[in-house]
Nanobody, 122 residues
Protein backbone atom coordinates (compact mmCIF):
# COMPACT_ATOMS: atom_id res chain seq x y z
CA UNK A 1 0.00 0.00 0.00
CA UNK A 2 0.96 3.64 -0.33
CA UNK A 3 3.31 4.84 2.39
CA UNK A 4 4.63 8.36 2.88
CA UNK A 5 7.11 8.84 5.70
CA UNK A 6 8.21 12.36 6.58
CA UNK A 7 11.36 13.28 8.45
CA UNK A 8 13.50 16.32 9.18
CA UNK A 9 11.22 18.35 11.39
CA UNK A 10 12.40 19.91 14.62
CA UNK A 11 12.75 23.09 16.63
CA UNK A 12 14.70 26.06 15.31
CA UNK A 13 15.00 29.74 16.02
CA UNK A 14 13.55 32.32 13.68
CA UNK A 15 15.78 32.80 10.66
CA UNK A 16 16.95 29.21 10.74
CA UNK A 17 16.55 26.44 8.18
CA UNK A 18 15.20 22.92 8.03
CA UNK A 19 14.99 20.36 5.25
CA UNK A 20 12.05 18.00 5.27
CA UNK A 21 12.14 14.68 3.43
CA UNK A 22 9.35 12.32 2.46
CA UNK A 23 10.15 8.73 1.53
CA UNK A 24 7.45 7.27 -0.69
CA UNK A 25 6.72 3.60 -1.35
CA UNK A 26 3.97 1.31 -2.59
CA UNK A 27 3.33 3.11 -5.89
CA UNK A 28 5.10 4.57 -8.92
CA UNK A 29 6.38 7.80 -7.39
CA UNK A 30 7.39 9.37 -10.70
CA UNK A 31 3.80 9.32 -12.00
CA UNK A 32 2.22 11.50 -9.33
CA UNK A 33 2.10 15.13 -8.41
CA UNK A 34 3.33 15.62 -4.84
CA UNK A 35 2.97 18.37 -2.30
CA UNK A 36 3.48 19.60 1.21
CA UNK A 37 0.67 20.79 3.43
CA UNK A 38 0.81 22.13 6.96
CA UNK A 39 -1.63 22.47 9.79
CA UNK A 40 -1.27 24.55 12.91
CA UNK A 41 -3.41 23.80 15.98
CA UNK A 42 -6.92 25.11 15.47
CA UNK A 43 -6.33 25.93 11.81
CA UNK A 44 -7.42 24.30 8.58
CA UNK A 45 -4.75 22.48 6.55
CA UNK A 46 -2.88 24.81 4.21
CA UNK A 47 -1.19 23.88 0.94
CA UNK A 48 2.43 24.99 1.13
CA UNK A 49 3.96 23.77 -2.12
CA UNK A 50 3.36 21.33 -4.93
CA UNK A 51 5.45 19.83 -7.71
CA UNK A 52 4.46 18.10 -10.92
CA UNK A 53 5.38 14.46 -11.44
CA UNK A 54 8.23 15.41 -13.77
CA UNK A 55 9.52 18.05 -11.37
CA UNK A 56 9.28 20.66 -14.10
CA UNK A 57 6.71 22.87 -12.39
CA UNK A 58 6.40 24.00 -8.80
CA UNK A 59 3.86 26.13 -6.97
CA UNK A 60 4.03 27.89 -3.63
CA UNK A 61 1.77 29.57 -1.14
CA UNK A 62 2.38 33.32 -1.07
CA UNK A 63 3.41 33.03 2.58
CA UNK A 64 6.45 30.86 1.73
CA UNK A 65 7.49 32.10 -1.72
CA UNK A 66 11.17 32.94 -1.83
CA UNK A 67 11.86 31.06 1.41
CA UNK A 68 10.79 27.45 0.72
CA UNK A 69 11.83 25.19 -2.14
CA UNK A 70 10.10 21.96 -3.07
CA UNK A 71 11.99 19.33 -5.03
CA UNK A 72 11.88 15.63 -5.78
CA UNK A 73 14.26 12.84 -6.68
CA UNK A 74 12.28 10.34 -8.73
CA UNK A 75 15.17 7.87 -8.71
CA UNK A 76 15.06 7.81 -4.90
CA UNK A 77 11.27 8.08 -4.53
CA UNK A 78 11.80 11.05 -2.25
CA UNK A 79 10.19 14.47 -1.91
CA UNK A 80 11.92 17.39 -0.20
CA UNK A 81 11.05 20.76 1.25
CA UNK A 82 13.94 23.12 1.93
CA UNK A 83 12.77 25.79 4.38
CA UNK A 84 14.91 28.88 4.89
CA UNK A 85 14.38 32.10 6.83
CA UNK A 86 11.86 30.35 9.03
CA UNK A 87 9.36 32.45 10.96
CA UNK A 88 7.33 31.65 14.09
CA UNK A 89 4.20 31.60 11.92
CA UNK A 90 5.68 28.62 10.03
CA UNK A 91 5.16 26.51 13.16
CA UNK A 92 2.88 23.61 12.23
CA UNK A 93 2.69 19.91 11.52
CA UNK A 94 3.96 19.40 7.98
CA UNK A 95 2.52 16.64 5.84
CA UNK A 96 3.76 15.08 2.64
CA UNK A 97 0.95 14.34 0.21
CA UNK A 98 0.42 12.37 -2.96
CA UNK A 99 -2.21 13.84 -5.25
CA UNK A 100 -4.04 12.32 -8.17
CA UNK A 101 -4.13 15.71 -9.85
CA UNK A 102 -2.61 19.11 -9.14
CA UNK A 103 -3.82 22.46 -10.30
CA UNK A 104 -1.39 24.88 -8.76
CA UNK A 105 -1.69 24.30 -5.03
CA UNK A 106 -5.07 22.61 -5.42
CA UNK A 107 -4.46 18.90 -5.01
CA UNK A 108 -7.16 16.25 -5.41
CA UNK A 109 -7.57 12.77 -3.98
CA UNK A 110 -4.78 13.32 -1.50
CA UNK A 111 -3.02 10.60 0.47
CA UNK A 112 -1.23 12.01 3.52
CA UNK A 113 1.80 10.95 5.47
CA UNK A 114 1.86 10.95 9.26
CA UNK A 115 3.45 14.39 9.49
CA UNK A 116 6.55 15.93 11.03
CA UNK A 117 6.44 18.81 13.51
CA UNK A 118 8.19 22.09 12.78
CA UNK A 119 8.48 24.59 15.63
CA UNK A 120 10.03 28.02 15.11
CA UNK A 121 10.76 30.17 18.14
CA UNK A 122 11.23 33.91 18.10
Amino acid sequence: QVQLVESGGGSVQAGGSLRLSCAASGYTFSKYCMGWLRQAPGDEPEGVASIFASGDYTFYADSVKGRFTISRDNAKNTLYLQMNSLKPEDTAMYYCARASTCSGLRMSQIIWGQGTQVTVSS
